[in-house]
């Protein structure tokens, strides 16, 4: 027999993680106060139909008659949970009891299905004291089946209880979910799962490594129906169970491909990140399960950005010190950006014919804002990545003759600067402190560091140092009052002076020039930033 079916729950006290709502319905069972309805909600492997079963035989156990349905004065040893050895409990363990009917919702979704259950639910039960109906993944009953169904959840006979499991509690429509009682199965935390998996190796005499175990819990994001399945196939072929083993049989890539990825978005080495995530693709990992795992790295390191304790922290499995070197890199305005870069990624992988495209484009989309990706094609089957032209070609054909008024304005304004006397001598220091302004910007802000590469020095007055941008919406961005705000200060303190920082629109056709390169800058405007593209999809 498979681990899932030998090892699953028999009683309210062994569903894992589900504690709250085994000592409520365990309450009702010992005051005689069963509904009539409930509805069991949440992601898959968390022990909804395995609670209903229990409650299948909780209510129809001879321990719970005999004490006249819990009214009784009567009390037996563990009164209220299944005895597991009378008549009834074990028909419903092997699948006989007549009396607990099953129905998959997904099979049996029309009105002609309900009406025969209505129908049906009036015949009083023939083995126990309850007849259970358990209708799982409610949610994709049609609307029609739903209003039949109303009445009779409403009102049904005293011998009768429904439960409803879903997956999806947002599908039930309000009208049934007013009519029962409503909970909710969690995810089991990676620890519960981490000591239910161990008692079942122990049971097995599995002899299995503790980063196994991890592992594995990690790996079942948090079904124990997963877990307990994961340990069952990887210990088939294995004498003893190690991590390579579990990561190769769920396609895994452990903490430590995870903290690699995120240092490298961190740091902004966008070509090696991509190279990094095609890699992980080639290897034919699960690269959803994956994308999870940054996810929940990058929620503790946002966690550490905000003061959270570390003994508040799940931070088995990764690295306290890393994890604190990695939370450095980030600001938490991009901490936040990068996980919903992330999570939207992971919805976006059923439409891409390669599952680690979307994570490319969402590392293109962090490391350089200024990157809109219109169409891709990776490797061989392959990519075709649409970069933002320069200037000329993105914004003449939206923009107003008051916008290309100002930008002559502004052109005019450089051309009297750069004809002044002392400018080139000041420009000249902003200049040398160039890369140094720029690694003080960037561990505060990834994202405003790879805008500030693509834009150059124009003139220095003393009081004010003008930039050159050659992007409008790269202009708007780093003149945004917070922006601007710690971009001054990051200024003032490299040229050891109070300054202000201004931006220009540098006039068409212009391109960075080597003063940007003399400071160890990367270059990544316009066709210098295609060109990157393209060494990176061309392999």
């Known amino acids: 027999m498979v681990f899932y079916r030998k090892y699953r729950p028999q009683k309210l006290a062994d569903l894992i993680g589900q504690e709250e709502i085994s000592k409520t319905l365990l309450a009702q069972l010992q005051g005689g106060k069963v509904g009539h309805g409930y509805l069991f909600w949440g992601p898959k492997g968390t022990g909804k ?19 006249g349905h819990g009214k009784s004065d009567v009390r037996e040893e563990k009164f209220g949970e299944p005895c597991n050895k009378c008549a009834s409990c074990v028909a419903v363990s092997d699948g006989s009891f007549i009396d607990l009917i099953e129905i998959d919702a997904a099979s049996n979704r029309g009105i002609d299905e309900v009406r025969d259950l209505r129908e049906k639910v009036k015949l009083a039960p023939a083995m126990g004291g309850f007849k259970v109906y358990v209708i799982d993944e409610v949610h994709m009953l049609t609307n029609e089946a739903f209003n039949a169904l109303l009445k009779t959840l409403e009102e049904p006979p005293k011998h009768v209880i429904f439960i409803l499991a879903t997956t999806e509690y947002s599908k039930v429509p309000p009208t049934i979910v007013s009519r029962l009682m409503k909970f909710n199965f969690r995810r089991a935390g990676r620890e519960s799962l981490v000591n239910a998996i161990s008692k079942i190796a122990k049971a097995e005499k599995i002899k299995i ?29 294995q004498a003893e169970v190690r ?63 905000i003061g959270v304790s570390e003994a508040d922290l799940d931070l088995s499995g990764v690295d306290i010190e890393i994890a604190r070197g990695l939370e450095r890199k980030f600001s938490l305005a991009d901490l936040q950006k990068l996980i919903r870069l992330l999570v939207i990624a992971e919805g976006e992988i059923k439409w891409y014919p390669l599952a680690h495209i979307p994570v490319v484009l969402a ?91 693509a834009t150059r020095p124009a003139s220095y007055d003393g009081e004010h140092v003008t930039l050159e941008v050659f992007y409008r919406f790269h202009k708007d961005k780093l003149e945004e009052p917070k922006i601007i705000k710690m971009l001054d200060a990051h200024m003032a303190k490299t040229l050891g002076r109070k300054v202000r920082l201004k931006f220009t629109l540098a006039e068409r056709g212009s391109r960075p020039t080597a003063t940007v390169a003399r400071s160890n800058v990367i270059e990544t405007a316009g066709r210098d930033l295609e060109k990157i593209a393209q060494e990176i999809f061309s392999k």
């Open 363 to 453: 590392i293109c989309k962090f490391c350089d804002d200024t990157t809109p990706v219109e169409t891709v094609e990776l490797g061989k089957s392959v990519v075709s990545l649409k970069l933002a032209e320069p200037a000329r070609s993105i914004d003449r054909a939206g923009e107003s003759k008051t916008d290309k008024g100002k930008r002559s304005g502004e052109r005019e304004n450089i051309k009297t600067l750069k004809q002044s006397k002392g400018k080139r001598g000041t420009t000249g220091e902003v200049e040398k402190s160039w890369g140094e302004f720029l690694n003080r910007v960037r561990p505060v802000n990834a994202h405003v560091f790879a805008l500030l590469r």
């Open 49 to 67: 139909t395995s609670t209903a079963r229990i409650m299948a035989k909780a209510v129809n156990c001879e321990v719970y008659w005999r004490s």
């Open 209 to 237: 490594s503790d980063d196994a175990l991890l592992a594995i819990a990690d790996a079942a994001d948090g079904s124990y129906r997963d877990a307990v399945s994961i340990l069952d196939q990887v210990s088939v072929t």
């Open 243 to 305: 991590r390579e083993n579990v990561m190769r049989l769920v396609r895994l890539g452990g903490w430590d491909r995870v903290a690699k990825l995120v240092e490298l978005v961190a740091e902004g080495r966008l070509k090696e990140a991509v190279l990094f995530v095609d890699e992980f693709g080639e290897l034919g990992l699960d690269v959803s399960s994956f994308i999870r795992q940054v996810v929940l790295m990058l929620e503790k390191l946002l966690h550490i950005k």
